[in-house]
């Protein structure tokens, strides 16, 4: 990752990939840098454990915490695994690659990885998952077929990346039970959006 700038003088303390213990870290939170290819990310406190590449809930005071299966505001990528007593970075704009979790996908089925682009009629959607895997990673579907009254919280704001292919799996976590896969996504500030949609196709 690369190393990361903020206006005029500030530099930020290393790559992203750094997490501090809450009383030494460098920033304070809710402080946002950008890297050179201009993702965003924002400094947050955990307030629970977090895993690399797992999608966040990043509350008003700027503490975040794995994403349950509801939920509101705004969302982000762990950069670093933390715990409760520790603070790093989250993405919050950009290309990044995001864990995905649903019940019973192999991590290296690529098959049922949310691969489908613009050029595609099945359009893709970010959900909150239905049930919780650890680490817990975002559901998806594809098309509105796809959107009942179990999939009320969808994720504005997160869409699959032009460049995501299948071979995006393979995914990369701390955790040894983990249910699920990765994907290339593009984020511009994504939250969490409760949507009552029952699809009449």
Known sequence: MASLHGQGPILGGGATSEV????LAPHS?????????????LWVNYTGTVYSGTPVQINSD??????AVTGRGAIGIACTTGTSDQSGWVQ??????VQLGQSGVSPSDAANGPTT???????NFFVLATSLTT??????????????????????G??????????DVSAVTSATSHTGNQIAVWLNYPVIRM??????S
């Open 20 to 23: 501090f213990s809450t009383s």
């Open 29 to 41: 939170p809710g402080a946002r840098m950008r890297d050179g290819v201009g993702n965003e990310y």
């Open 62 to 67: 700027f503490t975040a915490a794995q994403l």
């Open 92 to 97: 919050i704009y950009g290309r990044a690659l």
């Open 117 to 123: 682009l613009e050029t595609v009629a099945a359009q």
């Open 135 to 156: 680490p817990n990673g975002i559901g998806w579907v594809s098309g509105e077929a796809g959107l009942t009254s179990n999939y009320d919280y969808l994720i504005d």
């Open 158 to 167: 997160m869409f699959v990346a032009h460049d995501a292919s299948p071979g």
């Open 195 to 200: 949507q009552n949609f029952v699809s009449t």
